[in-house]
């Protein structure tokens, strides 16, 4: 069984940092694409970042220099580093695996997806 677990969403102020992380079980991790998306209140999940099986790193145009994604495959866990956090970060934030090649921004190309993880940017 596939189980993809979030951790490291809470309360931060604007300007600050987190960490999320996501612990993969029950798939071969080192061979798929991994991603994060979000879904802020009243809006669709968007793409946030995304990483290849070779670590090739992909990101939302408007995130890129805010965000990091990447991998640990001796761990089977994939983090997203947010620095400079604005309100408008504000969502539950997923991360997905896809255990075919290749990252794409459309969360229909993902097969499996976490429970998320709440972030939420206000002083």
């Known amino acids: 069984q596939v189980q993809l677990v979030e951790s490291g969403g809470e309360l931060v102020q604007p300007g600050g940092s987190l960490r999320l992380s996501c612990a993969a079980s029950?798939?071969?991790?080192?061979?798929?694409?991994m991603a994060w998306f979000r879904q802020g209140p009243g809006k669709a999940r968007e793409f946030v970042a995304g990483?290849?099986?070779?670590?090739?790193?992909y990101y939302a145009d408007s995130l890129k220099g805010r965000f990091t994604i990447s991998r640990d495959n001796a761990e089977n866990t994939v983090y997203l580093q947010m620095n400079s956090l604005k309100p408008e970060d504000t969502a539950v934030y997923y991360c997905?695996?896809?255990?075919?090649?290749?990252?794409?921004?459309?969360?229909?190309?993902?097969?499996?997806w976490g429970q998320g993880t709440q972030v939420t940017v206000s002083s």
């Open positions: 029950g798939l071969t991790f080192s061979t798929g694409a």
């Open positions: 990483i290849s099986r070779s670590a090739n790193t």
């Open positions: 997905a695996a896809r255990v075919r090649r290749g990252v794409f921004s459309i969360a229909d190309e993902y097969d499996y």
